[in-house]
């Protein structure tokens, strides 16, 4: 075959996001279509004709997806599912709370957004977000919510509530430290960081006393690397 009428090559299409990024997205292409890392083999056949060929090989969702990050995760007292349609009462009664909102929606409309991304089945099958509904095992009891947000690296953002009736009670640390020992399985995930309002102190007590530091000494932002030797515990005594 000439080199003329054949030309074969393989590329690794980064993010659109990513800047340098050679992957642009097409007219009429919708963004959710972009919205993941791909490998994808482009086979360029007849330079003259300008026939391509493009092969999707993977998505690059190793984390979430083939990892078992979207799993339900067991502790002592509670269940953590991915949430659905069906909790959306719990989920608004939760964000009604005026330091649910102010801490970790940080507005009513973005606290709105929100419940529409934990119930949206759809919107929660994403691999770079997954949201887990805390309930208790004995009878199902709704207590609150945890997220990890995965970027383009090995390091995971987490947010949590608990609802106000279930607080100082331990089940905020112990929805934490379910989410810590459960990345601890899962081999791409190495570091940990939680985003806390500087007002929020129980929150703030919560990481440190699982083993966060304090990051950044103006802004509240807290990291842990994931140790897979010993497993966290979840007791404590003023754990809220």
Not at 95 to 118: C, K, P, W
Request: hydrophobic share 35%.
């Amino acid at each position: 075959m000439s080199e003329t009428n054949s030309n074969i090559c393989c590329l690794l299409v980064a993010p659109e996001s990513q800047p340098g990024s050679i992957f642009q997205p097409s007219k009429g292409c919708t963004p959710s279509f972009h919205s993941r890392r791909r490998y994808v083999l482009a086979w360029q056949v007849g330079a003259a004709t300008r026939v391509r060929f493009c092969c999707v090989l993977a998505c690059f969702d190793f984390m979430f997806k083939t990892a078992g990050m979207t799993k339900d995760i067991f502790t002592d007292r509670l269940r953590l599912r991915k949430s659905e349609q069906k909790d959306r009462i719990f989920l608004k009664s939760l964000f009604s709370d005026e330091q649910v909102v102010h801490y970790v929606a940080g507005s009513e409309n973005r606290a709105e957004t929100l419940i529409e991304e934990m119930c949206n089945k759809s919107a929660n099958k994403r691999a770079d977000k997954i949201y887990w509904l805390a309930e208790r095992k004995l009878d199902e009891v709704h207590i609150g919510y945890i997220s990890a947000l995965r970027y383009n690296t090995p390091r995971v953002e987490i947010s949590f509530a608990v609802s106000p009736d279930f607080r100082r009670c331990g089940y905020g640390r112990e929805i934490v430290c379910g989410l810590i020992n459960h990345l601890a399985s899962i081999p791409q995930a190495e570091e940990i960081i939680a985003l806390i309002n500087s007002g929020n102190t129980a929150s703030q007590k919560i990481v440190e006393s699982l083993g966060f530091r304090r990051c950044h000494p103006l802004l509240s932002v807290y990291e842990k690397q994931i140790s897979r030797n010993t497993a966290s515990s979840s007791t404590s005594a003023d754990a809220d």
